[in-house]
């Protein structure tokens, strides 16, 4: 039934974000603290993701940020959700995550994206070629990169760390593509539900109907990624969540901003056609009273047959958004359990 007990393992997503007149380093500390308060929780992993030229979101360099999170951690497993390949040479990743590895064994994940996590200047800023814009090199740099931590392949480079020492590598997407081919690696699929809702059933269905076994994973594993805001009341949740679609409406405009506060979201003058925007958007995703947003979270699993749930909060005040995760683990999972 939708109104079950949340009973698959919960993650933690997070952006660093930026509020408005606040700075990229009380971001950062802000998830640091979310950090700590996810691993006593009982949160299954805290993974952060890769964006540049957003002034909203302070997590562009993803293996510096989990090295300080897992310094002030201890059992949470830390990971990219995620490191945008086509950005880097597979062989530099390959020595971040390794030592990520080997300083934090058994903690440790690379989820993978193709996409740039950024504009197309930026992209080119960060790639410095015009080759690699259009990521029809990722199958090629995938393999690399997993070449590069396989301890019985033979080369001329050794990554050091790197080679013996695999984090577990993740594939994520938006679309089919990923999907199909985290299926043929037969590798773990987290998909972004969070902002391509439409696309989660189909993709879902790709990875699983390519899927074959492979050394790392016997059977398809899919983890779902959802935005979710839980609050006393579905009232305050959804003005909670007001400046996340703020936010989202500036980014579409090319208004690259800090996150509004909740009053400044709901003075907006927001047109019809933006409201019915944001509408749409929040469709699948879960905001409101532990009561609801069980049932919503319920609904996903029902719908997606997800093996894992990753929650993403993006609201303004750091304590809003540890007391939602507070209330997710307690009142709609019931306690979360290693």
């Known amino acids: 039934m939708a109104s079950r007990v949340i009973d698959v393992p919960l993650s933690v997503l997070d952006l660093a974000p930026v509020a408005a007149g606040a700075s990229a380093g009380e971001a950062l500390r802000h998830t640091t603290e979310l950090a700590r308060r996810a691993d006593e929780l009982g949160y299954h992993r805290f993974w952060v993701a890769e964006h540049h030229n957003m002034p909203a979101i302070a997590s562009s360099a993803p293996a510096v940020l989990i090295a300080h999170l897992a310094a002030h951690t201890t059992d949470i497993r830390l990971g990219s959700g995620g490191v945008m390949l086509p950005n880097h040479a597979p062989l530099v990743v390959a020595e971040q995550f390794g030592t990520l ?31 690699g814009l259009s990521a029809e090199g990722f199958p090629r740099e995938l393999n690399d990169l997993m070449g ?11 990554a050091t760390p790197g080679r013996g020492q695999r984090p577990a590598v993740w594939l994520l997407g938006s679309s089919g593509f990923s999907a199909q081919l985290a299926g043929a690696l037969g590798l773990p699929f987290s998909f972004a539900h969070h902002f391509s809702a439409q696309h989660t059933l189909p993709a879902l269905a790709l990875y699983r109907q390519s899927f074959r076994p492979s050394r790392w994973l016997e059977r398809p594993y899919a983890m779902v990624a959802v935005n979710a805001v839980c609050a006393e009341s579905d009232e305050r949740a959804e003005w909670l969540a007001g ?55 319920g609904e996903l699993l029902d719908s997606t047959g997800a ?32």
């Open 101 to 131: 590895e080997a300083l934090h064994p058994g903690r440790i994940d690379l989820g993978i994206g193709r996409a740039p996590g950024t504009d197309q200047v930026t992209a080119l800023a960060l790639r410095r070629t015009m080759e």
């Open 148 to 158: 590069y931590f396989d301890e019985t392949a033979s080369g001329r480079i050794t």
């Open 243 to 297: 400046p996340a679609g703020l936010s989202f409406l500036r980014l579409r405009s090319g208004r690259l901003e800090p996150l509004a506060s909740p009053d400044e979201a709901a003075a907006y003058p927001y047109t019809e056609f933006e409201r019915e925007f944001l509408a749409q958007r929040r469709q699948g995703q879960a905001s409101g009273s532990p009561e609801t947003v069980r049932r919503q979270l």
């Open 307 to 338: 093996d894992e749930l990753m929650v993403t909060t993006m609201v303004y005040d750091v304590a809003d958004r540890v007391r939602s995760f507070e209330l997710i683990a307690t009142e709609v999972a019931g306690g979360l359990r290693r």
